[in-house]
């Protein structure tokens, strides 16, 4: 809770802006969450987590071009703590005032609060404040700068200012180039240890037919002076129906995940581990109402060995589309002798709409070749139902149920009520 006081003011100007805006959109999300933890050797939790999510976007507010944007939720704990030390919690994801001008063949965007900033290599959440110009001839520049948000709940893991931008350039439908790059001061290194985070990259969109598109980012890090990572992605519609997509990634995880904006690093940045990926899928709608995907991916790390994936599902679409189901299979074959296991994957899944109503059915299983984790199970498998009712155009209660086991639970029945609302002012938006 005290990670809002911060933005209080903010909030206290922006709420009652939204009573004078031209269009007001509110979406809501009420869950109720109930679960029975049975873990070996720990006793038997219920927990009941109540969490409220709440997102408001009002445009035109008092002058034209000038809109607010909040998004934030809200839980309580109603019975065992579900996570954390605390039985509330809350967070606002983003909370920003906007404003954009228009010039001939140009535009001005100013935007200040918490927001999120996705530009080029840079992937960051802000308090602070964000310019961008779209200038003529397809030039594009954007910078930002304020305060890190901190991602873990502690007060440590961040620095103490960021700032960064992009310079893009865009040439019709075709292709899309940009330089980006961002300073973070004092930011964290290790529990030990503070430095100066300096990340600088470039990314591009190009589309040198209709049928075809590729995108793809690298990034250096300039504080350990080395490439971080390598991605690329490439999508080839031939035909009607038919969509093939390729993809390569290359990751060094002492330059990557030193300094990385991440919840739980799972990688150990002062290892000289490397991850490399390359793989492709194949969807074709073979036939109406059927629809084929498959797909094949290579991984490699140098600290756990390699392993394939491959598999794939068919899907269809029956009674008008009233009624999907599908099957999939996928198997994952790994060289590695310890931490991944090979495994059969499993699905099979079913949904229905019929008026106001709607009700689906999932069931997955993962078969191991063998026990793993210390435990004296090799297989994993969950069957989950929900039926749905919709009260009114704006109004759409529904229910999950799921029953479970894995290595970690022996026993896991899962249960959520979800109540969830969209109101618009929007002209031929549901009343």
């Known amino acids: 809770m005290k990670r809002l006081a911060g933005l209080a003011p903010l909030l206290s100007l922006m709420l009652p802006g939204f009573a004078f805006a031209a269009d007001l959109n509110v979406d809501g999300t009420t869950l109720l969450r109930i679960e029975e933890r049975s873990a070996p050797g720990f006793s038997k939790q219920t927990v009941a987590p109540a969490t409220q999510f709440l997102g408001i976007d009002?445009?035109?507010?008092?002058?034209?071009?000038?809109?607010?944007?909040?998004?934030?939720?809200?839980?309580?704990?109603?019975a065992d703590k579900s996570a954390g030390d605390e039985k509330t919690d809350a967070n606002?994801?983003?909370?920003y005032v906007k404003y954009r001008k228009g010039f001939p063949n140009a535009a001005l965007i100013g935007k200040a609060g918490r927001f999120f900033v996705f530009e080029g290599i840079i992937n960051e959440q802000?308090?602070?404040?964000?310019?961008?110009?779209i200038l003529p001839r397809g030039f594009t520049l954007s910078a930002f700068g304020g305060v890190p948000v901190k991602l873990d709940r502690s007060s440590n893991t961040k620095g103490d200012l960021i700032g960064g931008g992009r310079l893009g350039f865009r040439y019709g439908g075709i292709i899309d180039v940009g330089l980006s790059g961002l300073h973070e001061r004092n930011a964290y290194l290790d529990t030990m240890a503070r430095a100066d985070r300096q990340l600088v990259g470039g990314d591009i969109w190009i589309a040198p037919h209709r049928m075809v598109d590729i995108t793809g980012r690298s990034s250096y890090n300039a504080t350990t002076e080395d490439f971080a990572e390598h991605s690329y992605q490439m999508n080839i519609r031939p035909g009607h129906g038919l969509t093939v997509a390729a993809d390569f990634s290359d990751i060094s995880a002492k330059d990557f995940t030193t300094f990385a904006n991440m919840v739980f690093n799972t990688f150990n940045s002062s290892s000289n581990d490397n991850m490399k990926s390359y793989g492709g899928s194949l969807t074709y709608s073979a036939f109406k109402p059927i629809e084929i995907f498959v797909e094949y991916k290579h991984f490699k790390r140098d600290v756990t060995g390699?392993?394939?994936?491959?598999?794939?599902e068919i899907r269809a679409s029956l009674l008008d589309g009233a009624l999907n189901?599908?099957?999939?299979?996928?198997r994952v074959s790994s060289s590695s002798t310890g931490s991944i296991p090979s495994y059969n994957e499993i699905r099979a899944f079913a949904s229905y709409v019929k008026g106001a109503y709607?009700?689906?059915v999932d069931f997955i299983t993962d078969l191991y070749d063998k026990q793993f984790y210390g435990t004296d199970s090799d297989y994993a498998y969950e069957l989950s139902g929900s039926l749905g009712y919709r009260i009114s155009p704006v109004v759409h209660l529904s229910g999950d149920l799921s029953y479970g086991a894995n290595p970690d639970y022996k026993d896991q029945v899962k249960g959520l009520v979800r109540l969830t609302f969209s109101y618009s002012t929007v002209k031929g938006a549901p009343q």
Do not use: N
């Open 306 to 312: 390699s392993a394939d994936k491959f598999g794939g």
């Open 58 to 78: 009002a445009t035109d507010v008092g002058a034209k071009g000038l809109s607010f944007h909040l998004y934030g939720w809200g839980r309580a704990d109603l």
């Open 92 to 95: 606002l994801t983003y909370g």
């Open 358 to 360: 709607s009700a689906s």
């Open 325 to 330: 189901p599908g099957f999939g299979y996928r």
């Open 126 to 133: 802000v308090d602070g404040a964000q310019a961008q110009l």
